[in-house]
């Protein structure tokens, strides 16, 4: 009676599938590309890919079936097949001989036939479209490394380290007799503000001087749009060809605050959501049109200012600003310790100086019948306090023409919260 070592399923036929579909969509781009073919040509192509992906396919098979020792086989052959070939194909000597790049995608290809023969399928045809995209595009992929600077490399790394090694080690909480202490909360708020700066340096390359910080604002303002305005604000200092830039990029920081807001409360209360949602049309109003015509004015008639050789990063200016944050919040809690709380919207308020969010999400969970619009109006006053605070920030740290236009365009925004919970039930 013959023993069947792997089962004549569907699933069966759909892993070798994705397997050889892998290999084949690899030696369609090595073709396609021109290592196939030709006196220098690859030891690989379409139907030796395709088939490469069926043997790490068959070998991942036979090690689920518990035939690892088979399984394995099979794919070692494929290694061999393919470091053996490299070792020819390099003996010309040629760079393209040595290039490899087929050699090692052969490679690849058998590995992810073992992934898919072993059933992760989803994860086989993701990280094959990675790896036929990544051999298309050669030219563009060649373009960005040739672009980047040292100093945006040196800033990569640095930023790396930090977030990596450096946060990790650093504790939760220590405990002070003024209130706990966040190291590790107030250092990410750090890379949250670096990160800022590198993708405002990375933008404003790629975008525009001035229209790179107002897509790097309404982006950062998905994380903290009072970063992005103590940020640009202190940015304004250094250059003046830039703050109509900046002013534009804190004005939609702040405008994206709104729907941010509001789609957090709808997901946690939809019905303290919906009371939330009149009160925050108008300033979202207000907020989109000022930044559309911040974004559209001329920054200067000027010729552009040169700019020295900095690390994009700023991380000295990300960490005094993480530790005002700190600062901030370690009064509140000396003085709601000291004094109790004055009531529900004046803790919003002081709440809203820093963190919209976590006034937002505490109203969200105690908000229960009569309470629901007390809850939604505390909402409003929180991201009210954080608007005038952010217009502060701007008209005091800013300079210039980022100071007139991010500080009215905030007021402007500041005054419609307020009349709105004036005038609305």
Known sequence: MAIIIVPETLDTAAR???????????????ERSGHAIGPSRDFAGVRTFFLLGLLGGLGGLLVMAEVALAGM???????????GAYVVTARRGDAEAVD?????????????????????????????????????EKELLHGWVQRLDPIEMRAAFHFAVLSLVVLPLLPVVIASPVGDITPRA??????????????????????????????????????????????????????????????????????????????????????????????????????????????????????????APQNPLRL?????????????????????????????????????????DAISVSMTRVAQGDFTPVAARAIVVAVASN???????????????FRLRAAAALAAMFAALIAALFLLP
């Open 100 to 136: 490899g790049t087929t050699e090692v995608a052969a490679l690849v290809v058998l590995a992810l036939g073992l992934l898919a023969g072993g059933g992760a399928l989803r994860l086989t045809a993701a990280l094959a479209a990675l790896v036929v995209l990544a051999l298309a």
């Open 16 to 30: 070798l599938a994705v397997a050889g579909l892998v290999g084949l969509a690899v030696g369609i781009e090595r």
């Open 387 to 401: 608007t005038a605070a952010k217009a502060v920030i701007a008209a005091t740290i800013g300079r210039g023409v």
């Open 73 to 83: 086989a099979l794919v070692a052959g494929g290694v061999l097949l393919t470091v």
């Open 316 to 356: 000295g200016a990300a960490l005094q600003m993480a530790v005002a944050f700190q600062l901030v919040l370690l009064l509140m809690a000396f003085v709601r310790t000291q004094f109790g709380d004055a009531g529900v919207y004046t803790t919003a308020a002081l709440f809203g100086l820093t963190d919209v």
């Open 186 to 307: 107030t250092w990410v708020l750090a890379l949250v503000i670096s990160g800022l700066n590198f993708a405002g340096h990375i933008a404003r390359n790629i975008v525009g001087r001035e229209r790179g910080y107002a897509v790097t604002g309404a982006l950062g303002g998905l994380v903290s749009s009072t970063a992005v305005t103590w940020g640009f604000a202190r940015s304004s200092r250094d250059d003046a060809a830039l703050r109509p830039g900046y002013a534009a990029g804190v004005i939609a920081a702040s405008t994206v605050l709104f729907p941010r807001v509001l789609v957090v409360v709808l997901l946690l209360n939809a019905s303290v959501g919906l009371a939330v949602l009149p009160y925050l049309a108008a300033p979202f109003v207000i907020g989109a049109a000022s930044a559309w015509w911040a974004a559209r004015v001329p920054a200067s008639t000027q010729a552009p200012v040169y700019e």
